[in-house]
């Protein structure tokens, strides 16, 4: 296993019936596979046996084909020297409303990044519970699995940028956490449409 899950039971549990559960199935595999599109090198950690009603698990590793291509990268090189890209994606029975859980790895040095910048949920096992937007905002997306997945991308270049004494900041679209997080969220979707 990844990241500290030892079980399936360590999981979060599939809230909902078997044709709900299987309509999550459907959704999901539709999902992923547009994932994979963008990010090739996903592996599913747990599969469902008996239709037990758990959420779907994987690892993947946040490089796009782009860039894949271009840099002529192999699978076991990204696997063996690009792991600070790999991140945990649970996948939740609500996840098209509410959004995927995200684990970061936690040799990601969040600890040394100013404190507006760090998007950390808790820590969970071995990694940190990355927020990935304001669930609100979750439900207007086409394509959920994959923009939380650039998000995370993208929070995971930014902070290495800036560890590295790359980037002078950490420059990407941020809400505060919690309801504050929310009205902000509302009011630049607000401002968004009045420009419209």
Not at 72 to 96: A, C, G, Q
Not at 166 to 173: H, P, R, S, T, Y
Request: glycine content about 4%; hydrophobic content about 35%.
């Amino acid at each position: 296993m990844v990241l500290g899950v030892k079980s399936k039971w360590d999981l979060i549990p599939c809230n909902c019936n078997i044709n709900q559960y299987s309509k999550y199935l459907k959704n999901v595999e539709k999902d992923i596979a547009i994932l994979k599109d963008y990010y090739p090198f996903i592996y599913e950690v747990i599969i469902p046996v008996n239709n037990s009603l758990i959420n779907k698990v994987y690892e993947v590793y946040l490089i796009d084909k782009n860039m894949i291509d271009e840099l002529f990268l192999t699978e076991n090189y990204i696997i063996n020297k690009l792991n600070n890209r790999k991140v945990l994606l649970i996948i939740p029975s609500d996840y098209k409303n509410s959004g995927a859980k995200i684990i970061l790895d936690k040799d990601l040095k969040i600890d040394m990044i100013p404190d507006e910048h760090i998007h950390i949920n808790g820590y969970y096992r071995d990694g940190y519970e990355f927020c990935a937007g304001v669930p609100e905002s979750m439900i207007n997306l086409n394509y959920v699995l994959l923009e939380n997945c650039r998000t995370a991308e993208n929070y995971i270049v930014q902070v290495n940028s800036y560890l590295n004494n790359e980037a002078n900041e950490i420059n990407m679209i941020e809400y505060s956490h919690g309801d504050r997080g929310r009205e902000e969220y509302d009011r630049e979707k607000r401002r968004k449409r009045k420009k419209y």
